[in-house]
């Protein structure tokens, strides 16, 4: 299964900037979506996540109230926009999928729950 995410950049602190994640390519209304980011020397930390319809996300207390996860199911894209943006926010951007039988399945935050990944983005934001 194939994720691509794509929208990575750079920019100053206060800005704005939004993220893209196709697929997968198939049954991609089975599947839980989500948001991890990694900064170098750092481990993968949750960001957000959207459950299968779009009706229930999640977010970390970090980013909470910046930035919002939606998800297109027509065009399997899912999208990740990140307003306010901080130094801390650095990081490459994963977006991963979580294939789910139970579509009342709850939004997972740990990355060992997700079954499949994209190669990452770079978001980089300078003070």
């Known amino acids: 299964v194939q994720l691509q995410a794509s929208g990575g950049g750079l920019v100053q602190a206060g800005g704005s900037l939004r993220v893209s994640c196709a697929g997968p390519?198939?049954?991609?209304?089975?599947?839980?979506m989500g948001w991890f980011r990694q900064a170098p020397g750092k481990e993968r930390d949750f960001v957000a996540g959207?459950?299968?319809?779009?009706?229930?996300?999640s977010y970390a207390d970090s980013v909470k109230g910046r930035f919002t996860v939606s998800r297109d199911n027509a065009k399997k894209l899912m999208y990740l926009q990140m307003n306010s943006l901080k130094p801390d926010d650095t990081a490459v951007y994963y977006c991963?999928?979580?294939?789910?039988?139970?579509?009342?399945?709850?939004?997972?935050?740990?990355?060992?729950?997700?079954?499949?990944w994209g190669q990452g983005t770079q978001v980089t934001v300078s003070s």
């Open positions: 390519p198939h049954s991609y209304n089975n599947y839980n």
């Open positions: 959207i459950n299968w319809s779009g009706t229930r996300t």
């Open positions: 991963a999928a979580q294939f789910v039988s139970d579509w009342g399945s709850v939004v997972s935050r740990a990355w060992s729950d997700y079954n499949h």
